[in-house]
């Protein structure tokens, strides 16, 4: 009777002891090598490390330290990717519902890097299409039920370099911060918070996501996003270099079954440009009102209204003594009505230009202002 007895009291110990060290040691590691095994399977070049994996098999609670992917080639993309600390819960478990609950999952410092020639790459818009039309297929996973009780993302960053310029450049946006509301396998509505500081400018974004029929709603506001940063693309493209110049948007969008769709109003403060160290542009202001995207593929938008404030002369550097003077030689030669248009030069610095389409890779619009600066834009190609 005590040799049964020490068996019935033994035997839930060794198999409690057995799972508390399959547990606490052997979970740990085979979700590292999962993970490694994932990464390489589509990235046999890639390194993958993780400094600390710990897991409670009795809360399942899971804490991760220092993940790092180095290497990777995510759709043609070189990434880097490390997450300094990633912490889950199952706050609840109930087998015969076939149910789990995940408290919050908090990813803190995650940084992504990214390179890639954008010069060999196709159209953005198109590829944009083809994943949203791809994600509609997605259908929500039977057997059993899950809630994941938000998800929050703290001090992420993510750095872009295009390696097709002749001197590699990068964007980079910081402070990234994202919070998710509870997710579920039926698939809700969610909502979402994102605040971020992309190129030393602002950013806060709020929405929501409905997984059962793919649909986002997207509410932005971004403001004093510096230009400056993407100079070497245009340098690169038109030889102009960016001087200074602050982006501002505030607009909506959502997809809906594939279909994207967008309005916003945007604007361009203390915008200088120069080429071959000519000033080519200066604008106090630039704003368009009412951008509607139509088609991402192919590309087409409409605007209803732009109006700029360009600081003209400053722009051409053309001094008003020398439009004075040109104004009356070409007065002494008879043409009085060019005259005038020469001497009103430095005047004109303020253009709008109303009901602006673009389709089939042009630029439409009956406005006057938009046959002024169609004008403009000869005069400046045959400096």
Same mark, same amino acid.
């Given at each position: 009777?005590?040799?049964?007895?020490?068996?019935?009291?033994?035997?839930?110990?060794?198999?409690? #002891?057995?799972?508390?060290?399959? #547990?606490?040691?052997?979970?740990?590691?085979?979700?590292?090598?999962?993970?490694?095994?994932?990464?390489?399977?589509?990235?046999?070049?890639?390194?993958?490390?993780?400094?600390?994996?710990?897991?409670?098999?009795?809360?399942?609670? *899971?804490?991760?330290?220092?993940?790092?992917?180095?290497?990777?080639?995510?759709?043609?993309?070189?990434?880097?990717?490390?997450?300094?600390?990633?912490?889950?819960?199952?706050?609840?478990?109930?087998?015969?519902?076939?149910?789990?609950?995940?408290?919050?999952?908090?990813?803190?410092?995650?940084?992504?890097?990214?390179?890639?020639?954008?010069?060999?790459?196709?159209? $953005?818009?198109?590829?944009?299409?083809?994943?949203?039309?791809?994600?509609?297929?997605?259908?929500?996973?039977?057997?059993?039920? /899950?809630?994941?009780?938000?998800?929050?993302?703290?001090?992420?960053?993510?750095?872009? *370099?295009?390696?097709?310029?002749?001197?590699?450049?990068?964007?980079? $946006?910081?402070?990234?911060? $994202?919070?998710?509301?509870?997710?579920?396998?039926?698939?809700?509505?969610?909502?979402?918070? $994102?605040?971020?500081?992309?190129?030393?400018?602002?950013?806060?974004?709020?929405?929501?996501?409905?997984?059962?029929?793919?649909?986002?709603?997207?509410?932005?506001?971004?403001?004093?996003?510096?230009?400056?940063?993407?100079?070497?693309?245009?340098?690169?493209? *038109?030889?102009?270099?960016?001087?200074? #110049?602050?982006?501002?948007?505030?607009?909506?969008?959502?997809?809906?079954?594939?279909?994207?769709?967008?309005?916003?109003?945007?604007?361009?403060?203390?915008?200088?440009?120069?080429?071959?160290?000519?000033?080519?542009?200066?604008?106090?202001?630039?704003?368009?009102?009412?951008?509607?995207?139509?088609?991402?593929?192919?590309?087409?938008?409409?605007?209803?209204?732009?109006?700029?404030?360009?600081?003209?002369?400053?722009?051409? #550097?053309?001094?008003?003594?020398?439009?004075?003077?040109?104004?009356?030689?070409?007065?002494?030669?008879?043409?009085?009505?060019?005259?005038?248009?020469?001497?009103?030069?430095?005047?004109?610095?303020?253009?709008?230009?109303?009901?602006?389409?673009?389709?089939?890779?042009?630029?439409?619009?009956?406005?006057?202002?938009?046959?002024?600066?169609?004008?403009?834009?000869?005069? /400046?190609?045959?400096?």
């Amino acid at each position: 009777m005590k040799a049964l007895g020490k068996i019935l009291i033994g035997v839930p110990v060794i198999a409690l #002891g057995t799972y508390a060290v399959v #547990g606490f040691w052997g979970v740990p590691y085979l979700a590292e090598r999962a993970l490694e095994n994932t990464v390489k399977e589509t990235n046999p070049k890639a390194t993958v490390s993780v400094q600390s994996f710990s897991f409670n098999p009795f809360t399942f609670a *899971t804490d991760i330290h220092g993940v790092r992917i180095h290497n990777a080639l995510v759709q043609g993309i070189e990434t880097d990717l490390t997450i300094e600390r990633l912490a889950a819960a199952v706050s609840s478990l109930d087998l015969l519902k076939r149910h789990v609950a995940v408290s919050q999952i908090i990813i803190d410092a995650p940084a992504l890097s990214a390179r890639k020639n954008l010069k060999r790459s196709g159209t $953005v818009s198109g590829k944009i299409q083809k994943e949203v039309a791809k994600s509609s297929e997605a259908k929500p996973s039977q057997g059993w039920t /899950w809630s994941i009780a938000g998800l929050r993302i703290q001090n992420g960053s993510a750095r872009f *370099t295009d390696t097709g310029l002749k001197k590699p450049a990068s964007v980079l $946006v910081d402070s990234v911060q $994202v919070n998710v509301g509870t997710v579920t396998s039926a698939m809700g509505k969610t909502p979402f918070t $994102v605040n971020a500081r992309p190129l030393g400018g602002t950013l806060k974004a709020t929405g929501s996501f409905t997984g059962k029929d793919q649909k986002v709603a997207l509410t932005l506001n971004a403001a004093d996003v510096n230009l400056s940063t993407l100079s070497p693309w245009t340098e690169d493209a *038109t030889q102009t270099r960016l001087k200074k #110049g602050l982006f501002s948007i505030n607009g909506n969008a959502q997809t809906d079954k594939g279909r994207v769709s967008a309005q916003a109003d945007a604007s361009v403060a203390s915008l200088a440009a120069e080429k071959n160290g000519v000033p080519v542009l200066s604008a106090a202001a630039i704003r368009a009102d009412t951008v509607k995207l139509i088609t991402l593929e192919p590309l087409s938008f409409s605007i209803r209204n732009i109006k700029a404030d360009l600081g003209f002369q400053k722009a051409t #550097g053309i001094d008003e003594n020398v439009t004075n003077l040109v104004g009356d030689i070409v007065a002494a030669f008879g043409h009085a009505k060019t005259a005038k248009r020469i001497k009103s030069v430095q005047k004109l610095d303020k253009i709008s230009v109303s009901n602006i389409t673009y389709k089939n890779g042009k630029l439409h619009s009956t406005s006057s202002g938009f046959r002024f600066l169609e004008s403009l834009n000869a005069i /400046w190609t045959t400096r």
